[in-house]
T-cell receptor, first 117, second 111 residues
Framework: GAVVSQHPSRVICKSGTSVKIECRSLDFQATTMFWYRQFPKQSLMLMATSNEGSKATYEQGVEKDKFLINHASLTLSTLTVTSAHPEDSSFYIC?????????????FGPGTRLTVL | DAKTTQPTSMDCAEGRAANLPCNHSTISGNEYVYWYRQIHSQGPQYIIHGLKNNETNEMASLIITEDRKSSTLILPHATLRDTAVYYCIVRGLQGAQKLVFGQGTRLTINP
């Protein structure tokens, strides 16, 4: 099956530091990856769409300078939370879309729990 | 993409069939119906998707009404491990094909 991994699974950092989260598609190539954020007892909120070799497309209200996305290869996308603050504490989840044609399902990573002290 | 409406929560007895409804009355002709579920503190898991025909796989069955304005996800023999939030999502074929999650249905399987 299609497997997506995330690293780290959980991270605790001090306010003002930057944190990088990796998302990898392990057994398929993903031209498109997506980043979501989920606060406690809420649904997933799409943050941005990441396309290999091009700039990410951010959803309205998401600061692109704070959440830096790099999709340097067909199997890796990274999300960097810059100058993290306690309000950035959340569950960050990536997904990868296999193939370029329509109708293909997305596969989700296990998520990264970020706690900013 | 069309909006979906799901009940906030449902309960089902272990071993019985769990039927989860979803309304998508504004669905357009080229939009698929997707179902995902999320077990606590994990990433969402793909279950099934369909366009207009009923679909079945090893996890579930998807029944789509003839007018495509609603659908039902069926877990034929629910187990305690099926307790999760189930999301019904309508997604088109154009653009980035992103999945937009609503609030979903919190399904609790009771022993």
């Amino acid at each position: 099956g299609a497997v997506v991994s995330q690293h780290p699974s959980r991270v605790i950092c001090k306010s003002g530091t930057s944190v990088k989260i990796e998302c990898r598609s392990l057994d398929f190539q993903a031209t498109t990856m997506f980043w979501y954020r989920q606060f406690p007892k809420q649904s997933l909120m799409l943050m941005a769409t990441s396309n290999e070799g091009s700039k990410a497309t951010y959803e309205q209200g998401v600061e692109k300078d704070k959440f830096l996305i790099n999709h340097a290869s067909l199997t890796l996308s990274t999300l960097t939370v810059t100058s993290a603050h306690p309000e950035d504490s959340s569950f960050y989840i990536c997904s990868a879309k296999r193939g370029a044609s329509g109708g293909n399902e997305q596969f989700f990573g296990p998520g990264t729990r970020l706690t900013v002290l | 993409d069309a909006k979906t409406t799901q009940p906030t929560s449902m309960d089902c007895a272990e071993g019985r069939a769990a039927n989860l409804p979803c309304n998508h009355s504004t669905i357009s002709g080229n939009e698929y119906v997707y179902w995902y579920r999320q077990i606590h503190s994990q990433g969402p898991q793909y279950i099934i998707h369909g366009l207009k025909n009923n679909e079945t796989n090893e996890m579930a069955s998807l029944i789509i009404t003839e007018d495509r304005k609603s659908s039902t996800l069926i877990l034929p023999h629910a187990t305690l491990r099926d307790t999760a939030v189930y999301y019904c999502i309508v997604r088109g074929l154009q653009g980035a094909q992103k999945l937009v999650f609503g609030q979903g249905t919190r399904l609790t399987i009771n022993p």
